[in-house]
T-cell receptor, first 113, second 114 residues
């Protein structure tokens, strides 16, 4: 049981390049989330998917798109990377049943030059 | 609007000393409340959570937190800090309906002196 996995762990992009961050969970959770973490700002929600087939914007969605590919996978895409998107990105998942707890992946450290 | 405030950006304590990290929230009803810990280069690990019932909540690694409705606070405590507790700590508020989104505080970085 791997929990929440994210790939890649590190990535360097040039301004204008695109990339997709991958996230998968094996806990059969319904809800999945993408956050970014910046110094002094805590974690801010980019997008979330309350259940398979639905996605919604969070606090800072501009410059990002998401795809809930199936129940396990939730990807985050940067179409045209900007230096302001340099950050650490975390994926999380949550079950609808029982304890309302989000479980986090190890993060992807992205640098945009 | 929902918000979470962690007023202390950095805290330094000596090993063996007691610890209290502050968290204040703004929410229309009684929210779900969480404390997470993040070690350097790692993801977030849940320490404890409050949903309802007993306002003193026990968590992992010897941590506890007390929900005080009148003060809109959910402070994290540990009676005796260990060097391995050095990390960043995040308080979070969770929605009790609908989207189940979290709002995180900006974090408190704990340094432990030997």
């Amino acid at each position: 049981n791997a929990g929440v996995t994210q790939t890649p762990k590190f990535q360097v992009l040039k301004t204008g390049q695109s990339m997709t961050l991958q996230c998968a969970q094996d806990m059969n959770h319904n809800s999945m989330y993408w956050y970014r973490q910046d110094p002094g700002m805590g974690l801010r929600l980019i997008y979330y998917s309350a259940s398979e087939g639905t996605t919604d914007k969070g606090e800072v969605p501009n410059g990002y798109n998401v795809s809930r590919l199936n129940k396990r996978e939730f990807s985050l895409r940067l179409e045209s990377a900007a230096p302001s998107q340099t950050s650490v990105y975390f994926c999380a998942s949550r079950s609808l049943r029982g304890a309302d707890t989000q479980y986090f992946g190890p993060g992807t450290r992205l640098t945009v030059l | 609007a929902q918000s979470v405030t962690q007023p202390d950006i950095h805290i330094t304590v000596s090993e063996g000393a007691s610890l209290e990290l502050r968290c204040n929230y703004s929410y229309g009803a009684t929210p779900y409340l969480f404390w997470y810990v993040q070690s350097p280069g790692q993801g977030l690990q849940l320490l404890l959570k409050y949903f309802s019932g007993d306002t003193l909540v026990q968590g992992i690694k010897g941590f506890e937190a007390e929900f005080k409705r009148s003060q809109s606070s959910f402070n994290l405590r540990k009676p005796s800090v260990h060097w391995s507790d050095a990390a960043e700590y995040f308080c979070a508020v969770g929605s009790t309906s609908g989207t189940y989104k979290y709002i995180f505080g900006t974090g408190t970085r704990l340094k432990v002196l030997a």
